[in-house]
């Protein structure tokens, strides 16, 4: 259970040389969506200055533009989870429960760029990123034939790995690492030479280096989470700097390139689960919670979505 909204807070430990630069002592906070069941995907569309994010549980992808309030322009969702923008600014979201990778379309109508590998149905997408070049990659652990309020329909599991994705820009599907137990948040370093994956069951974060052609290099690990506080590593994104932000136990750790903990922004009495850059300097951070989405603002700026 989360604790109650008035009581919501955020604080910061752990706090490195280097790390009060980029998360001070007493960021702000300021509540942006009440009654979320459980918060996640969140993407900031500079286009249109507006907020996106899904309710998993609630079944709803919703929008939210600064002075006013959530609304939904997706229910039911199919469970939907994370989301991105693609190169025409295009919301593209990990179907989860749907158990499908889908596009909005310009004219409103929605297309689904994967639901199957090798004739199987894929596991249950979870979070997903487009890189520069236009292809889409997304990991898919079982989450969504298993938890509790996140399922859908068809509950058979017919994939016997859990990999991490990737669509070209052709439409090709292909698996560029299958070694976790169970990924969840990705994304990419700024320059979109490393690929950082996180691992929920394992609490860990490992990276590649990107290949050329689209492959990856063996991956090695970024940090192990360690210690009894609630949470597991779920959202995953990077600053400019490229410094590594990651929803983990008790709050968001911020690392630095080589995996060192600069900071944590702790969420006491809250299960933070995602985060997103936004804001005309990219200096907000979004945060999706269990009950809440919320958002702070940090000394570095983030890298900008499409």
């Not at 309030?69 to 979201?93: F, H, Q, T, Y």
Request: hydrophobic share 35%; glycine share 12%; proline share 7%.
């Amino acid at each position: 259970m989360h604790g109650a909204l008035d009581e919501l807070k955020i604080e910061v430990d752990m706090l490195a040389p280097g790390g009060e630069r980029i998360v001070g002592r007493k960021p702000p906070l300021t509540i942006i969506a009440r009654g979320v069941i459980f918060g996640e995907g969140p993407v900031w569309d500079a286009r249109g200055k507006q907020l996106f994010y899904t309710d998993i549980i609630g079944d709803t992808i919703w929008r939210w533009r600064p002075g006013g309030k959530p609304k939904a322009i997706l229910r039911p969702s199919a469970k939907a989870n994370g989301m991105c923008l693609d190169l025409e600014n295009r919301l593209v979201v990990a179907g989860w429960g749907g158990r499908t990778v889908f596009r909005f379309e310009k004219n409103g109508s929605r297309k689904t760029l994967a639901d199957r590998w090798q004739g199987k149905k894929l596991n249950s997408p979870n979070d997903i990123v487009v890189k520069s070049d236009g292809s889409v990659w997304f990991t898919d652990p079982p989450g969504g034939l298993l938890n509790v309020g996140m399922v859908d329909r068809d509950l058979q599991r017919y994939l016997d790995n859990q990999p991490v994705f990737r669509i070209s820009p052709e439409g090709k599907i292909t698996i560029v690492t299958d070694d976790f137990v169970y990924p969840n948040g990705l994304c990419f370093s700024p320059d979109e030479k490393l690929l950082y994956v996180n691992c929920s069951r394992e609490r860990l974060i490992r990276v590649y280096d990107v290949k050329p052609d689209g492959t990856l290099g063996k991956g090695r690990l970024f940090h192990q989470y360690t210690g009894p506080e609630r949470g597991v590593p779920d959202g995953i994104k990077c600053d400019v700097e490229g410094n590594v932000y990651c929803t983990a136990p008790g709050g968001i750790y911020v690392h630095d390139t080589s995996g060192r903990v600069l900071a944590r922004i702790k969420t006491p009495g809250h299960h933070a689960t995602n985060i997103a850059w936004g804001d005309s300097d990219w200096r907000s951070l979004y945060i999706t919670m269990i009950g809440s989405v919320v958002r702070t603002r940090l000394g570095v700026a983030g890298v900008p979505s499409r």
